[in-house]
Nanobody
Framework: QVQLVESGGGLVQAGDSLRLSCAAS????????IGWFRQAPGREREFVAA?????YYADSVEGRFTISRDNAKNTVYLQMNSLKPEDTAVYYC????????????????WGQGTQVTVSS
């Protein structure tokens, strides 16, 4: 089981930026696909971005969000620019191996989440 801790959430205004971090406690971090998902109140969890050997993005964040990883620090980052009120949600990172990056149900380990609130 991979332990994951998210950080970096907060309250910002539309158009602002935030950088989320996902720190993992696992020796073979580089072998994992790390995904970011989000869930807004009353809505289903949705895929945001993922990184393995390649990067993957939801259409709704393509061009605004950038996912990256630092394997030496066992950390994945989600740089979020041009934030919109509809980006408001709890953001979760997840770790998996051999997963389809956008399929949340395939990830075995999840963090506790970090709240992102974007005011208009």
């Amino acid at each position: 089981q991979v332990q994951l801790v998210e950080s970096g959430g907060g309250l910002v205004q539309a158009g602002d930026s935030l950088r989320l971090s996902c720190a993992a406690s696992v020796r073979t971090f580089s072998s994992y696909v790390i995904g970011w998902f989000r869930q807004a109140p009353g809505r289903e969890r949705e895929f945001v971005a993922a990184i393995g050997r390649s990067t993957y993005y939801a259409d709704s964040v393509e061009g605004r969000f950038t996912i990256s990883r630092d394997n030496a620090k066992n950390t994945v980052y989600l740089q979020m620019n041009s934030l919109k009120p509809e980006d408001t949600a709890v953001y979760y990172c997840a770790a998996g191996q051999g997963v389809v990056p956008s399929r949340g149900r395939e990830y075995r380990s999840w963090g506790q989440g970090t709240q992102v609130t974007v005011s208009s």
